[in-house]
């Protein structure tokens, strides 16, 4: 890959380089066949000559690189030449003209201007594309074009309408979000927008999304209504079966007070000893604090029924009261942006509503004009972005707007 790319390289140089001609600042390198320790450089001044060492001084501008070559040549031919090996050592020969090599070592730039990010000068490098040329600049900048401050206002009194209708089907979206849940009904009819807001398939999504977010409310609010309602009835679960071993306690209760009465009298008569009424009056009085302990246990639940029944009764009109509260905020809402639509319907009269949808009716084209110095003037061509560049081209980028339907959206609004 290297290889190919150096052999690209070099035949895009010797293309260029046949048609390009020496100018002020280009730095020349010229070296002798076999020695590139040799290697001599020099700037063509401004005065269109340049001067080497050991060579002399040679018209150099308006010449290509070819022919300034055959000058050094010729003129050098017989000239003894000097220089350093790497070595440090001194070195002479006699200069026979063929073995002499010139090429540009530094080109001068290609300057960059109009609609790109970084106006200026680019460092020139042979095989340089104009596609190359534009990345270098940083890409295109609609911002430097003269026609973006006509098609920035076309997109902001666009955007400012497409916001206006967006926030209005948003917000009837979610009007009818609130009555369906109110309704408890996900599949309730859709409501109908005027077509100019926004597009059908537009409404149909976003009343999907509301759809969809009724449907996970609706869940959810079943979900809390269930585990309510699991409560309660885990709780009158609780409460009978108190109830029924509250019965049984106090069975149990009366039968042993009975049966205190009945040693009580015994020990009246002689007939029983004192220990058994006490063990008697010990079994009531145990039977009598169990009676007591679960009555206590049976208030705590009634209570807590009492409580669970006010959270049933209040759950749906405390669910119902804040999809009310969402619908007196979304109703004077819908009202307003109706009416600063309506406002504003004289812009989608005058431009179409297409055309506020999409101000700029296609992407903006990019055109490029590209000036070159030639020996007998200057040329100006159209190229495209594989178009191969030359020293001292001049690119200038202009970026088109075409507008929907032909309309111009920087007229005054109201």
């Not at 390198?29 to 020695?35: D, R, V, W, Y």
């Not at 497409?162 to 209005?168: N, Y």
Request: net charge negative; hydrophobic share 45%.
């Amino acid at each position: 890959m290297a290889a190919l790319l150096a052999c690209w390289l070099t035949t895009a140089a010797a293309a260029q380089g046949e048609q390009y001609l020496l100018h002020p600042g280009d730095r020349l390198a010229i070296s002798i066949a076999g020695m590139p320790e040799s290697t001599l450089a020099a700037t063509i001044g401004l005065d269109g000559t340049v001067t080497l060492p050991q060579f002399g001084t040679f018209a150099a501008a308006g010449k290509s690189l070819a022919h300034l070559q055959q000058s050094i040549s010729l003129a050098s031919v017989g000239r003894p030449f000097s220089f350093y090996s790497p070595a440090g050592e001194r070195v002479e020969i006699t200069l026979t003209g063929p073995d002499i090599y010139l090429k540009v070592d530094q080109f001068r730039p290609v300057y960059m201007s109009g609609a790109v990010v970084r106006r200026g000068p680019i460092d020139f490098f042979p095989g340089m594309s104009l596609r190359m040329a534009l990345a270098t600049a940083g890409g295109p900048s609609v911002e430097q074009t003269a026609d973006w401050a006509s098609a920035r206002q076309s997109i902001d009194i666009a955007e400012r309408f497409q916001t206006l209708a967006i926030d209005h089907a948003s917000a009837v979206a979610a009007l009818w979000a609130a009555d369906a849940t109110l309704a408890r009904d996900s599949d309730l009819a859709a409501p109908v927008t005027p077509a100019i807001f926004v597009p059908r398939a537009e409404m149909d999504q976003l009343l999907e999304v509301a759809r969809e977010g009724v449907r996970r409310q609706l869940e959810e609010h079943n979900r809390q209504k269930a585990n309510l309602d699991e409560r309660y009835d885990v709780l009158e679960r609780r409460i009978a079966l108190l109830n029924d071993g509250l019965d049984n306690q106090e069975g149990a209760l009366a039968t042993e007070r009975a049966e205190l009465e009945r040693m009580i009298g015994l020990d009246n008569r002689g007939l029983t000893v004192k220990s058994g009424v006490v063990d008697a009056r010990r079994t009531v009085f145990d039977s009598a604090g169990r009676v007591l302990d679960v009555r206590s246990r049976l208030a705590e639940l009634d209570l807590l029924r009492s409580e669970i029944q006010a959270q049933i009764a209040t759950f749906e009109l405390t669910f119902d009261r804040q999809q009310m509260a969402r619908r007196s905020e979304l109703i004077p809402r819908i009202w307003s942006l109706g009416s600063r639509i309506n406002a504003s319907r004289g812009i989608a009269e005058i431009y179409g509503y297409e055309t506020l949808m999409n101000p700029l009716g296609s992407a903006p084209e990019l055109d490029f004009t590209l000036t070159r110095q030639m020996a007998d003037g200057s040329e100006t061509i159209r190229p495209d972005l594989d178009t191969l560049l030359m020293p001292g081209d001049v690119v200038d980028l202009e970026i088109r707007f075409t507008y929907a339907n032909g309309a111009n959206l920087t007229a005054p609004t109201q």
